[in-house]
């Protein structure tokens, strides 16, 4: 129960994190220019928004109930338990971000997810 | 070159970028941290010299600046394409790392493991198919409309 509870602390703070850097990244929209001055100045842009450092605190919860579940389980039962990450990102990316998932990308997605559990079973 | 096929290119360039330096940091941050070798005791002095030393390593430092990079790419990548889109092409990494892992450091890399490098192939060569960005295509059908 729980290791149960911690991967799926680790996938939901994992991926709202991540849609929240999203957030942030599409607030400050297009980078058009990729000089190290532009990129700079687009990372500072960045990190003005609160969406960045709340990405940032949800990442390290994310990491953190990682680490928490590394010490009691494999990383072989680990990494692929949160290979749903992919999965949950696309639900998110749909409900939250309003993307449109199509059924090509939600396939590639399920075999991205699958793909990464087989990859970490393999070692 | 039209703005879409200026965005198609800056895409995969970006993505290409992304995930050579996110396999590239992986690979020598494993090899630099071998390199210092195996945190032996947990006191706070045995602690802060094996910090020192992982953040003093050369290997290390560049493994960290390959993997601020990606971290840039990426959200680079995020300020104009779907975040469905970048997340699973993201896991490319976990393609390069074993080729990388299997012709640079000669570690033997199982069956199973091939088979889900193959799946994550075919899985991000599928989002690939898809458009990068549909938010904003909604956006720009909206106002054509309007």
Known sequence: MRTAFFVFLVVTTGTLGEISLTHAMKRIGEVHQFTPMAVLRAMGRAFQQGWMWLAFALMALSFFAMLELLTREDVSFVIPATAASYAVGALGAKFLLHEQVSRTRWLGVLLVSFGVALVWLGK | MSSHSARHTKTYILLALMVMCGSVGDVILGSGMKQVGEITAF?????????????????????????IAYFICYCLLLSWADFSFVLPSSALTYVLVPLLARFWLHEEVKALRWAGIGCIFLGVMLVGFTPHTTTGQKAAAGAERG
């Open chain 2, 43 to 67: 006191t706070p002095a045995a602690i802060g010299t094996f910090l020192a030393s992982v953040f003093t390593h050369p290997t290390v430092l560049l493994a960290i600046g390959a993997l």
